[in-house]
């Protein structure tokens, strides 16, 4: 057997990969169907949803596509799909007309620009990321003087107390009694307390462009953006 002729294999194979890969779509939504989100959508195949079902997709490359039955076609991102940079431009100016808004509430305060995308903000109420099978990480926008940190789950059921060191933005949480995603939790720095809605960002998410998508679609805005700072 040539050596032409067994780079033609290891060639024809790798495009086949690459062509397989490229297919691959991970469910962030699905509304009224047997999909779960964090799930792998093969889009080389028809997509059929009835009238009433639902399902967001998001590409490797980072575009939303929403989609709404009578449906029956291969999803394609790049027909009707929201690029990641036109997702986070959009929730931005969304969250300036909330500031601007008579009787706002500190939901919609101004973002802060993290250091790195797996921290969670606690300096104000919202929606975090935590990627999943990681210990959480809480941030704080003002770290020059020490303060007290409380955190409990939504139903005060447990309490953890710690102390948040002088000159230190970031707060690794290590205790057996630990925060996780799909779950709320208020935390109080200094005796300010917010409500943290936390979300799991799926391990099975293949590329940056992805995560910070899937982060933008459950209002991780700040850390969206700190993943596409740290790939630009």
């Known amino acids: 057997m040539s050596k032409r002729f067994l780079l033609s294999i290891a060639f024809g194979i790798g495009c086949a990969i690459t062509s397989a890969q490229a297919a691959q779509m991970i469910v962030a939504e699905a509304r009224g ?11 080389s195949k028809p997509l059929v949803l009835k009238e009433g079902q639902h399902v967001t997709l998001i590409s490797t490359t980072g575009a939303t596509l929403k989609l709404d039955g009578p449906y029956n076609a291969a999803p394609d991102a790049d027909k009707g799909g929201t690029a990641i940079g036109a997702k986070l431009a959009a929730l931005t100016t969304q969250n300036n007309v909330r500031l601007g808004e008579v009787g706002t509430t500190r939901t919609g305060a101004a973002k802060d620009t993290l250091p790195s995308a797996w ?33 409990m789950p939504a139903d005060r059921s447990w309490k953890l107390a710690l102390n948040w060191p002088a000159g230190s933005d970031s707060m690794p949480i290590t205790s ?57």
């Open 33 to 43: 169907i047997g999909l779960k989100p964090g799930a792998m959508l093969d889009t």
């Open 119 to 151: 921290v969670m903000n606690v300096s104000h109420p919202g929606a975090v990321c935590l990627r999943e099978g990681s210990k959480p990480v809480l941030w704080r926008n003002s770290a020059k003087s020490p303060a007290p940190l409380v955190v």
């Open 176 to 232: 057996e009694v630990a925060m996780h995603g799909d779950a709320t939790y208020f935390v109080s720095v200094a005796g300010t307390e917010q409500a943290i809605s936390v979300k799991t960002v799926p391990s099975a998410l293949e590329t940056d462009d992805m995560r910070a998508a899937w982060m933008a679609d459950r209002g991780c805005t700040e850390q969206a953006e700190a993943v596409l700072r740290a790939t630009r």
